[in-house]
Structure formats: C-alpha cells, structure tokens
C-alpha cells in the first residue's frame, strides 16, 4: 500500500462506547497529525507528532486520546463521546514538522464518525 | 473569528465557464496552500505559493498569492466536471520554516455540470 491509509472508513459508536481509529503511513515521514472536519467549520487540527512525541494539543477534550507507538503509526482513542462529536477524522503526514521549507501534509480518506 | 475566509462558499456552474474563488484573511501568512477534496477522501495538495505577488500554473488552474501575502486566488478556466470538489485555501504562519499548523478555511463547494 502506498501513501496514508485510515481505518476504519465509517464507524457508528453510542456515547458509551470505546473505540479507535488507526492511521498509518507509508511515505517514511516523521510527522503525524489529527484532524477534525465538521460540516460548515474549517478543518480543526487536533494532534500533531513529531518523531513520535507529542508537539502539539490544540485544547482537544481529554475524551480523544491520541498514540503513536511508531513513525508509521497513528491512533485515536475514543471515549464516552457525545454526538457532536460527529465528524470526518482525517489523518495526515509530512516529512518534518516545522523544517526548513513548506512540506506537503498528505491526507488520508478519513473516518467518517457518528456518535448517537 | 475566522482567519481565512473563503468565498463563495457554494459555486454551481456549467461546464466551459471560468471561475474564481478566493482566500481573505487580514492576517500575514509566510506560505499558502490550496487543496482539493473530492467527496469520500482526503485534501490533496494543488500548489504552495510562497512570494507576494506569486502566480503558478497548474494546467487550467492559476494561482495567485497576494502581495501582502494576507490572500489568495485561485482561477479555473474552461471549468471541467472533473474539476468538481471542495477547494480549501491553509495558511501557515511559520516564519522562516515550513509549516507548523496550518490554518485552514472553510472552502468552496464547486460543482460543475456537464
């Protein structure tokens, strides 16, 4: 597989439910990140990894947990949710985070999201 | 408070016609991207335009960053149905580097009709 694959595609989960998303890169990069994509609100960047340790948590409430046990790799735990937490959850990655020149994050197909 | 604007947030046109759709922020950005999301996927990046005053070609698509670097354009000619998406505009405000976070709009939702 090539460039940066998400599972699962669509998920549906009650508020009670624990379940994770996986993310995961082929590209050989060293940054990782999260995002949120709601309907008529611009994409939220939620976490951001560089070689594996957490750089960046843009207030995300503690019931997103996010793990990156490994450059290639990317979770989200997801915990007692409420539904509006409904959204596309994208995963993406770039060589560097904050390197010496623009990079291009390259997004994965994201996991559509539903809380009931 | 939104810092990228994008407008119009819906375009509907025929298949041949022009357009341009646009990125407005009062903000100084040291780099700007714009992607394309088809529905079901992921952006993916159409071109980073990083001097004020910066135009880049990609086919029938021409960009063009402002000279403060505070907005951008981007020009569609002889729009194609393969061309329908949503266009997000994402600055990054890092100076003197890549980005670190990038601030991204809300998009146009442009649907073009054989």
Redesign the interface.
């Given at each position: 597989e090539t460039g940066v694959t998400q599972t699962p595609r669509h998920l549906v989960m009650g508020m009670t439910n624990k379940k994770s998303l996986k993310c995961e890169q082929h590209l050989g990069h060293n940054a990782m990140y999260w995002y949120k994509q709601s309907a008529k609100k611009p994409l939220e960047l939620m976490f951001v990894y560089s070689l594996e340790e957490r750089v960046e948590n843009n207030s995300v409430p503690s019931r997103f947990s996010p793990e990156c046990p490994n450059s290639s790799h990317l979770f989200l735990h997801l915990h007692t949710l409420q539904p509006e937490d409904s959204a596309l959850y994208l995963c993406a990655s770039s060589q560097e985070w904050r390197g010496a020149s623009p990079d291009t994050q390259y997004f994965g197909p994201g996991t559509r999201l539903t809380v009931l | 408070t939104?810092l990228?604007e994008q407008s119009p947030q819906f375009l509907s046109i025929q298949e041949g016609e022009n357009l341009t759709v646009y990125c407005n922020s009062s903000s100084v950005f040291?780099?700007l991207?714009w992607y394309r999301q088809e529905p079901?996927?992921?952006?993916?990046?159409l071109v980073?335009v990083?001097t004020g005053g910066e135009v880049k070609k990609l086919k029938r698509l021409t960009f063009q960053f402002g000279d403060a670097r505070k907005d951008s354009s981007l020009h569609i000619t002889a729009a194609q149905p393969g061309d329908t998406g949503l266009y997000?505009c994402?600055g990054?405000m890092?100076y003197g580097?890549?980005?670190?976070?990038?601030?991204?709009?809300?998009?146009t939702k442009l649907s073009v009709k054989p």
């Open positions: - | 939104q990228l040291s780099s991207q079901g996927e992921g952006p993916v990046l980073t990083v997000l994402a990054d890092n580097g890549s980005q670190g976070n990038l601030i991204f709009g809300k998009g």
